[in-house]
């Protein structure tokens, strides 16, 4: 009989030590998750943010390539000239080719 007195204590120590086991391996599911949900956020925090830089250089790119194409030909050295620019240079020209030729006469015509 005293067999059986101690069959029982086994049973309640086998128990225990499997609910310790089951305890240990809640938790260490529950650290697991915990550090799954950190990792999860933290994820989320970077992507918005790499958003939020994306939508600024998608506001910004714009705007910088109309600037460049609106203020390029006001830079341009070989801008279109005026008629009485065009006029001048055009005689200017003849000028020089009559001076090369020797041809005074014609300058007269």
Not at 13 to 40: G, Q, V, Y
Not at 60 to 76: E, F, M, Q
Request: no cysteine; aromatic share 4%.
């Amino acid at each position: 009989m005293a067999q059986k007195s101690d069959q029982p204590e086994r049973n309640v120590n086998e128990d225990s030590f499997a609910r310790l086991r089951l305890l240990s391996k809640m938790k260490s599911r529950e650290r697991e998750s915990a550090a799954i949900r950190k990792e999860s956020s933290r994820m989320k925090a970077q992507t918005k943010m790499e958003g939020r830089v994306f939508m600024k250089w998608m506001r910004t790119l714009p705007l910088a390539l109309t600037l460049g194409l609106i203020l390029t030909p006001g830079a341009n050295p070989g801008a279109a000239q005026s008629d009485d620019a065009s006029k001048i240079v055009a005689m200017e020209n003849l000028w020089n080719q009559m001076q090369l030729n020797h041809d005074a006469v014609r300058w007269r015509k």
